[in-house]
């Protein structure tokens, strides 16, 4: 993702890494992001870094958006023409159910 946008001429992303997925994947930490900001020259924007996926769920609820609109997946299975289903099985599936 970070490397396809910069090469279409993004020069900020926002990326919703939180504090889960900073547990689970190297991707998804400062560090990393900080590495890939310099070599893209791309500033990357990380507002939920330190937010647990169980925090953001809450808040959304809160703000009445439908969990059942949100997924979090690594390997989507195509479920009908142009859609796609979390699989259900990754880490990220995982610890969105969480």
Not at 67 to 95: I, K, M, N
Request: glycine share 4%; net charge negative; hydrophobic share 40%.
């Amino acid at each position: 993702m970070l490397t396809a946008a910069a090469a279409l001429g993004a020069t900020e992303l926002w990326l919703g890494a939180n504090a889960t997925d900073y547990e689970l994947f190297p991707d998804c930490r400062r560090p990393y992001l900080d590495r890939a900001e310099a070599l893209l020259d791309v500033k990357i924007h990380t507002p939920l870094i330190h937010t647990k996926k169980s925090q953001i769920s809450s808040d959304l609820t809160n703000l009445g958006v439908s969990l059942d609109d949100t997924w979090s997946c690594y390997f989507p299975v195509p479920h009908q023409e142009h859609e796609y289903v979390p699989c259900g099985q990754c880490a990220a599936c995982l610890s969105f159910q969480d």
